[in-house]
Each structure stands twice: as structure tokens, then as C-alpha cells.
């Protein structure tokens, strides 16, 4: 071959090689390792979404609480600790026992179990005539006398009003413990990080609690709790305060200014507190006259409820547990067995793994009568669906069939079960339903109905018919039938993917 011919092939080497270089040369000094931009992706709702479809680095875990510097501590009352409280006390590690405290309106012990009186610091004075301390006396003289102070549980609130409906005496004596427990806790604990109130039937998951904790700064004054606010109560007390069965927390930061900074408020108060509804409302009155600290809600980790009444749906679905209220012993018991069972897993327990283990078996495929699935409680309002405005005529959602003219129009969700869960059956939205016979409220803009649906899942529990008294109306007994669209909810659940 002709050298000329072999000049040609290097001569174009050469040129790529020059080209080569002067490309390389042309790369940025610094490097972008996002990912290549991709289609954008359905919201999912999920936090951290955005962070991680636009290639940025999730910020780091934060450590969870150090347990030594958390505080819990139970309330509990004479007639009701010796039921109560041992399960408590035995399904709690015993590396966490020197942090719990328990006040109570006796003082007493159960077995190594210490219980303060924290009424014992209000003066005679104070309560001398006051009839709603006729049980604190009582409780007395039946614990020198070796009676059965449980057995007081049955005296009935000296001074019932349409407040304290269905409440005893010991239930009307508690809201007095509020402020001295505060006071209390951070005598007996001093400068701790964080300080959790519980109730006997409140269960706590440490683990989530710790990690949930660890998301917040101790140094800052903190009031949180599951915000609660009468519907029925429009003459006073009518800002949010903390569910006290469902847990709340104060920091350090908040108890030391409480008990610390402005030292004397539980007497300051006790005098008031006679004309105060309950201790919950007392706690958040206080905190923010005295230290203008008001709630910060810490719904749902901290739900107020139990896996039977969890109101099941896409805001909770993957978060996680830390208290659960209204718990029996049993309950609690089966909680804590699950706890040990998933001990080995990393993430947190969450509400959809409660629904599996708790839920998912239970047979609701029929109607069940006198059982209230909660579709129209209080606690459901942000789930009840409204169909139906006070003085309005019924607008139930029209179903595909009925806009093709292959099916009739839903009679009156009112006018029967029948129609109520046909009703649910429209709106692409209802997993279940409850009719009570007479108006119920629903405590949003359904105005009171019979019919009531509901976008959660609930089980719910067995209800008797509830005495209705009213001044212009006959008395009437009020029952409930509830139904539930399981076989819809399945289907949503088995398209959530938690973690993913």
C-alpha cells in the first residue's frame, strides 16, 4: 500500500484525539450528580417527595430522645389504680422505671410502687367547702379503715350539670390533680428534657415516642397534645387544650418555666378551678395565662384511640404510633406482644400495620345492629362527608351508572338504612356508614341526619340506645346500625405503598 495512503487514517486519529481533549477541557470544575431529569411523576403526598424527585439528599435522620431524659408520668385516681394500673406498671421495661412517675388522690402504694397524693398540697382551706373534695375525704377513711376504696367509684358527681353527664365524683375531683402533677413532676425530676402525661389506659410505644421526641428541640417551651374543643360548650371554655387520655407533653423548657419561673401556680389556681369543666381544660387555661403557651397539636402519632376506633385513611395510613387511648389491659397486652414480635424491623410501627394485625380480620362484611361505627363522632368530623346542609335537601354524589341513565337516583339517605347505604355505595369516597333512628349531629355542614357516611374506616363498638332527653321534645331512645364498605377499602389499602 502506497505510503500516502497510510498518512490518512493517523492524520484522522490525530484529529480526533485534539477534539477529544478540547471536549474534556470543556467540562465544568464542579459536578451535578442529580439524576438525568425523568417525566414528572404523580404527587404522592408523601414528605420528601420533592426533595427526592428534584435529586436532592434527604436531610438526616435526627437521633431519637435520650430516654434518661424523659419523664412519664401517669395519673390515676383511688377508686380506679388498683384496676388499672398494674398492667401498666408490668408492661413497662424495667430499664425505664426509674423515670415514671404516678400521682394520684391517695397515697399508697402498689407492691414497690409508689403513688403521691398531689392533692395533698392544697390547703384545708381551700377545700373545706368544697363538696367536690367530699370524696378525697372519703377515699381516707375508707383506706385507714381497710375498706374497698375501688368500691367509691359508684358515688356520683356532687354537683351534675349537662356537662358532667354520665361522670362520678372521682371524675370531678381529678381536675384539681393538673397543676400540683406538673408541679410534681418537675420536683421529683428536675430539669429533664421532656415530660409526657398519660393516663392508666393510654398506651405508649417508647420506641416511636423516643423518635418522635428526637424530631423536637427540649430547649423550647412545647405544649403538645391532641387539640380538643367541645362542640357542645359555647359559653367559656372554648380555645383547644390537650386530650389528657391521649398523652401530652411538656418540654423542659415549658415545665421549668411552669414550675420554676413562675413558681406558685397551682395555688394560685386551686381557688378557680371549682368553676372549671375539667383538668385538661385547666392544664392549657393555665399554660397560656400564665406563660402565653398554647397547643401544638401532635395528632395523629398521638391519636387518642385504639386500633378498633383509629379513623383509618390516607393521613395516617404511614405514620407512625406513639400513644394509643382507652385501652384495656388486655389490649394493651396484645400491643405490646406485637411490639416484640416486629422488634427486629427498623421503621417505626404505623397505623397500616395496626389495621393488618388488629383490623383486617374482622368480619364486617354485614350490617351489625345497636354498633356505632363512629361515622358521625366528634372525632370524625374531618372523615364525615357532607351530603346533606342543615334545612337542605339530600346531595348524594351521582354514580357513572345513574349518569348514563341505567340507574334511579338514591332516595333520601334519611329514610332509611336502605337508602343510607345506597347512598355510601354513590360517593366514590364512603368506606362506611351508620343510621341512627333519630337526627344525630355530625358536627360539620350536614346539620343533624339520620344517615351518616364516612370517607375512614372504622370498627367502632357496640352501642345500647342512647336516652335522648330534650324541653320541647318527648324523650326518645336513639339506636345505631352501621354498615362498612370493606371490599372498597381493601382495594384502596392494597394500593398504598409506605416506605416506598
Known sequence: MPRSLWLIPRILLAGFMIYGFLWVKSFPRTWDDAPAKQNPKPETGKKGDHDHQQGHKAKPKPPPADPEKVIVSIKTGATEAFDKLPSQLLLTDSKYLSNLLLFSDLEQDIGSFHLHDVLSDIPETHIANN?????????????????????????????????????????????????????????????????????????????????????????????????????????????????????????????????????????????????????????????????????????????????????????????????????????????????????????????????????????????REDWDNLSSDFSNVKWNIVFKKKDEKPKAKRSEAEEAGKEEPASDPDESFEACEKACAMHENCMQYSFSNSTAPNFNGNGETKCHLSSSFRVGSMREPDEIVSKKKPTIWRSWKSGWRRDRFELWAAQQKCGE
Open 131 to 367: 363538696t367536690d373534695f367530699d370524696l378525697y375525704r372519703q377515699q381516707y377513711e375508707y383506706w385507714d379503715l381497710g375498706l374497698d376504696v375501688g368500691a367509691l367509684k359508684s358515688v356520683p358527681d356532687p354537683n351534675p350539670d349537662w356537662r358532667t353527664k354520665g361522670h362520678n365524683a372521682a371524675w370531678a375531683l381529678d381536675k384539681y390533680k393538673n397543676l400540683h402533677m406538673l408541679q410534681r413532676a418537675w420536683d421529683y425530676r428536675p430539669s429533664r428534657h421532656w415530660y409526657l402525661f398519660i393516663d392508666t389506659d393510654t398506651y405508649v410505644s417508647r420506641r416511636n415516642l423516643y423518635e418522635w421526641l428526637g424530631q423536637h428541640d427540649h430547649t423550647k417551651p412545647w405544649y403538645f397534645g391532641v387539640p380538643t374543643q367541645n362542640p357542645h360548650f359555647k359559653d367559656g371554655d372554648t380555645y383547644p387544650f390537650a386530650h389528657g387520655g391521649s398523652g401530652f407533653i411538656l418540654s423542659g423548657e415549658a415545665l421549668k418555666r411552669f414550675a420554676v419561673d413562675k413558681a406558685g401556680i397551682p395555688g394560685r389556681w386551686d381557688k378557680r378551678i371549682a368553676k372549671m369543666w375539667f383538668g385538661d381544660y385547666v392544664t392549657a387555661a393555665a399554660l397560656h395565662e400564665e406563660l402565653g403557651l398554647n397547643i401544638t397539636s401532635s395528632f395523629p402519632e398521638f391519636s387518642g384511640m385504639k386500633p378498633s376506633t383509629i379513623p383509618y385513611s390516607a393521613e395516617l395510613w404511614c405514620g407512625p404510633v406513639v400513644a394509643l387511648h382507652h385501652v384495656r389491659p388486655e389490649e394493651s397486652c396484645a400491643m405490646w406482644q406485637f411490639e416484640r414480635e416486629r422488634e427486629g424491623k427498623h421503621s417505626p410501627m404505623t397505623f397500616e400495620e395496626l389495621w393488618k394485625k388488629f383490623v383486617k380480620s374482622e368480619d364486617l362484611g354485614a350490617p
